[in-house]
């Protein structure tokens, strides 16, 4: 069996890792303060890591484990667990930053495998887009 990860997992795990010393590394200790601090049940995100996370969307490093390239950059198991060890480096939950973040993650896989059409648009995409579904209902 082949175990090389892919170009494309070397590339995004490259640019995980470069994102994670650019923007949570320097800021580890207050994001962990913020999740603290900031997180109740109407905020899901402290405001620091809403702007991290907004970056990230930016810069294509969202929703890295979804196996398929209409909702996420369709990496296999393999590719996403070569990209997942610079995620899983950080004191923090840096999932949180790609949105990556359980149970939200096993949620959207399970949608994605399975939901029809009405469900994709009422649970799915805020789930996808980082945005509450409970706000779509």
Not at 22 to 44: F, M, Q
Request: proline letters at 8%; one cysteine or more.
């Amino acid at each position: 069996m082949d175990f090389e990860p892919s170009d494309r997992a070397k590339e995004l795990s490259d640019r995980v890792r470069e994102f994670m010393d650019a923007h949570i590394y320097p800021h580890e200790l207050e994001i962990e303060t913020a999740l603290d601090r900031e997180v109740d049940a109407g905020t899901p995100f402290p405001e620091i890591l809403v702007g991290i996370r907004e970056e990230a969307k930016k810069e294509g490093l969202w929703n890295l484990f979804l196996p398929d390239a209409e909702d996420g950059p369709g990496l296999s198991n393999l590719d996403y667990g070569i990209v997942n060890e610079e995620i899983g480096r950080c004191s923090i939950p840096a999932a949180y930053a790609f949105n990556c973040q359980p149970p939200d993650s096993g949620n959207m896989e399970i949608l994605v495998a399975h939901a029809n059409p009405a469900q994709r648009e009422k649970w799915l995409t805020p789930l996808l887009e980082a945005r509450s579904a409970a706000a779509s209902r």
